[in-house]
Structures are given as C-alpha cells and as structure tokens.
C-alpha cells in the first residue's frame, strides 16, 4: 500500500514565544487535505507549548531546549524525509496563509518545475503592502508579475521545498543559530541549479515588524556576506583554501557597482574585515561540523 503521506507536503513550524500569532498560523491547517503539520517549540515560556499539545491543526509535537532555529528545522526535515512526504513547506511562526492559499500554493507545485522551491508573496501582517525586504531586494517584481518569476533568494519566512531538492540540497548548517541558515541554504541550493519561483497570486502574512530595528549597514553587510561565506567554508577542502579564495570574493563584492557608495563610506571593508576574523576564529567550531556538510542529505541524518 502507498505510503498515507506521500502526497502531502509536511508543514514545519518551528516556535518560540510566538502566541501572539499561533492561533492566526494554525487555523487553515485544521484537517488539510494537502498538509500535515508537525511542530517544535523551542522552550517557549509564553504558553505557546501547552496552547500547541492540543491544538487539532498539530499532527506531531515536540518540544525542548532552544536548539536554535536551523537545528530544529532540520529535525522536521528528518521526519519528512523517513515519512515520505512530498514536500515540505517551512512556515516562521509569524507568517500565515490561508486554507485556499495553502491549496493553491500545493497545486502550483506539483503541476511545475521539480527543481523550485515555491513561495507566495510576503505582504505585512495587516494592510496591502509587501514586507521591506521581499518589496525592496528579493522580489520587487512582484508588484507589475502577470506570472510567476524565479529569483535566486526570498527569506525562508515560506519556502515550499520538494522532497528530492531537500534530499539533494540538505537542512539548514547548523553553524547558524538564527538569522543566516536561509541564505547559506540558498547559496547551495542556487549553485546546485535551483531557483526559488515566486507566484504573485498567492499571498502569506508575514509580521516583520519584529525585524524592523534599524542595524548600521556595515553590520547588515557583515550578516549577509558571513552567510555566503560559510558557504564557501564548507566548499573548501579546509581553512587554507576558503583563506586563499576570500580575498578575492570580498574585494569582488567590495567593487560591485551597487556597493560602490558603501564602499566609499567604508562600509564594505568593515563588514569584509568583520567576517574575515571571525571566521578565522571560529576554525575549529567548522571543522567540528565539517564531516556532517558531507553527508548524502547535507545536515540531516534522516
């Protein structure tokens, strides 16, 4: 007999004081004909655990210590995997969809191209207007799309990842605590010849107004180059190649035509120099984690 599961897409939500927006996210996925939904709460103190045990939208729950947002990712991506799921749908506690969207979103899927992963729009929680980062940098067409487009990184806030691309592509580099995991996976995924496919007819909530604490732009640069270049860490064969290749990619960054105003204000080579030393401190955390980025499914020991 076919496997019950095998046509359904794992949801996976990961939770930390977020009850604010949980009875919000789970709603539509009360008895979903195209989603299960498995959940880990990261040592909420807000009630979120004893509000999730019993709510009839959680197929599986579990609960601990604050691994961090990646590790507990992959956990779920471990239970997909040995389940059969055909997909699996990461969803932040802070983002919802509709039961139609849901729906919808699931169909575009399986009727498209096996190597995307699929995303709607990001419109803030409340009002017509998209999340700064989705309007401004990794989707701005989606405002005039007649169609769905590919773009090469949307935050992980609802990704949409078929089975054999997470087997193929792996979890989340457990090196990132929180905040970073979404780009290096992208990175990989991108350069394994992946694209994220964005469809302006379907639409998530997302509140990101958690995020919206300004940080100086040496600091944002540091986050995303750090991301990128963890990447090309566990690429490397060890600390000597990825040194060797560094110098260049950071001046190559330093020198793009859209940083060149950075790059005057010294922010670039703050945020180069930044990354630089600390991943030359962090040798022998790398390394520890090296042998796991050489795995069949990269990070997730399914």
Known sequence: MANPSSRKALCILVTYNGMRWLDTVLEPFVDHPDFDLWVRDNGSSDGSAAFLKGHPAVDVFEEGDNVGFGIANNQGMCHA?????????????DAAMTREGLGHLMAAARQGEP????????????????????????????KTAKA????DFVNAAAWLIPLDVLTRVGGFNPIFFLYGED??????????????????????????SMQKKKRPMA?????????????????ADGFSEWRRGFLGRALARSLHRKQWFNTILLR?????????????????ELEAVRPSSRWPSPFLDA
């Open 81 to 93: 995997i040995r389940e059969g799921y055909s997909h699996v749908y990461l969803l932040n506690q």
């Open 148 to 151: 769905p487009f590919d773009v």
């Open 183 to 208: 780009r290096d996976w992208a990175k990989r995924f991108v350069t394994s010849g992946g694209q994220f496919r964005v469809l302006p007819d379907i639409v998530c909530r997302h509140d990101s």
């Open 268 to 284: 670039t080579l703050r945020a180069e120099y930044r990354v630089g030393r600390r991943i030359r401190s962090m040798r022998s």
């Open 219 to 235: 600091r944002i640069l540091e986050a995303k180059n750090y991301a990128l270049e963890i990447t090309e860490y566990f690429s």
């Open 115 to 142: 190597s995307r992963v699929w995303c709607p729009v990001q419109l803030n929680w409340e009002g017509p207007e998209a999340n700064v980062g989705f309007d401004r940098y990794y989707a701005p067409q989606w």
